[in-house]
């Protein structure tokens, strides 16, 4: 008896496997995830939503099209919503990839970025970050073929930290043929202070073939509604709407981000201050003797290499997320929490010398 066999772009692609039980979430320092709850008068507006769940979601994402369109000056045919900007990612490498295509990417990045491109079937071509942990935006403009769709550029980076530089950007965007899609994941883009950092907006107002992907998961604090968007000239961002699952975004989920758009003071008032906690992290670890890339997400990156599982298991009850052999990324979280995880990250450095 032969039983059903899934095609063969998954026999690599990793089952998802949870984490520990949400037994300490407020000390999650693992995820990224947003210490504050919704902004004011979103719980009430996606609440006022749950009255009318017997009907199906507003598929044409109306309201929330018309927000992005007001907030960013550009028609509302530019951007595409979906799930998460990770399931954005997913429609719009499905509408551009197939088995034979080639995907670029950085490496170390966001662990969905494999899992996404596998999936297509198209073949990943992972480039190797420099040593400050950036992109290396030359070798990966080198590692373009004929074959190449897409490239992917993450800033700031998921896991390690910093951003890709304006004048990089611009460099890469004027060698890559504008028959590739370079998307500029931009899913921590409002945490960023490098004054020289990268913008997907003046990439895309200068090349056709720019994609930027923006999400609510994380400064806005909605991770759990699953809200995140592409902004990219009409004919791509068509391309990515009829790749997505016809009402996906709930009208719950859809009105809490419209909502959320409304809350801009207190927005940048949160972010200030999870900013600011950022920049304390950085500066007492570094002061403890620890080699901190520069961090423009909610998140730092230690390179502890082949102690990355080690340290984490000593930051417990603190769950941080190691990358065994590589590092281990901390989200900023409350100042409670930082200073808990301060603390514990001290005491590592005492016990290992270097
Ligand atoms: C968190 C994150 C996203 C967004 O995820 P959602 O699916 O919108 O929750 C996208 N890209 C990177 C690099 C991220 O870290």
């Not at 032969?2 to 998954?10: D, G, N, T, V």
């Amino acid at each position: 008896m032969s039983s059903p066999r899934a095609r063969r772009a998954l026999d690599d692609i990793p089952v998802y496997r949870p984490g520990k039980a949400a037994v300490a979430e407020d000390h999650k320092l693992s995820s990224n995830e947003n210490p504050y709850g919704p902004l004011p008068g979103v719980t009430a507006r996606a609440a006022a939503e749950l009255d009318r769940i017997n009907r199906y979601p507003d598929a044409g994402m109306t309201d929330l099209y018309a927000a992005l369109s007001a907030r960013f000056d550009l028609s509302p045919d530019h951007f595409a919503a979906g799930t998460g900007s990770v399931a954005v990612l997913f429609a719009l490498l499905n509408a551009h990839c197939e088995t034979g295509d080639e995907i670029v990417y950085a490496w170390r990045s966001f662990e969905a970025y494999p899992i996404a491109v596998d999936l297509t079937g198209a073949t990943g071509v992972r480039v190797a970050l420099r040593p400050d942990a950036t992109h290396d935006l030359a070798a990966m403009s080198a590692a373009v073929t004929d074959r190449t769709r897409v490239v992917m550029v993450c800033t700031p980076n998921n896991p390690t930290g910093p951003v890709v530089s304006a004048d990089d950007l611009a460099v890469f965007l004027d060698s890559v043929p504008e028959r590739v899609l370079v998307v500029v994941d931009e899913a921590y883009v409002e945490f960023v202070r490098d004054p020289g950092g990268a913008s997907g907006l003046t990439a895309l107002a200068a090349h056709d073939n720019v994609v930027v992907l923006r999400t609510f998961s994380k400064a806005y604090g909605l991770a759990g509604l699953r809200v995140g968007y592409a902004i990219a000239r009409p004919e791509v961002a068509e391309s990515i709407r009829k790749a997505t699952p016809p009402f996906s975004v709930t009208d719950v989920a859809q009105a809490a981000a419209v909502a959320s758009l409304d809350s801009q003071v207190e927005l940048d008032r949160r972010v200030e201050s999870i900013v600011q906690e950022r920049v304390v992290m950085v500066a007492a670890l570094r002061a403890q003797g620890w080699d901190v890339p520069e961090a423009e997400g909610n998140f730092v990156w230690l390179a502890l290499g082949d102690d990355a599982v080690d340290f984490a298991v000593a930051c417990d009850p603190v769950p941080v997320r190691p990358f065994a052999g590589e590092g281990v990324r901390i989200s900023v979280g409350s100042p409670e929490v930082n200073a808990t995880f301060l603390g514990l990250a001290a005491a590592w450095r005492e016990a290992h010398p270097r």
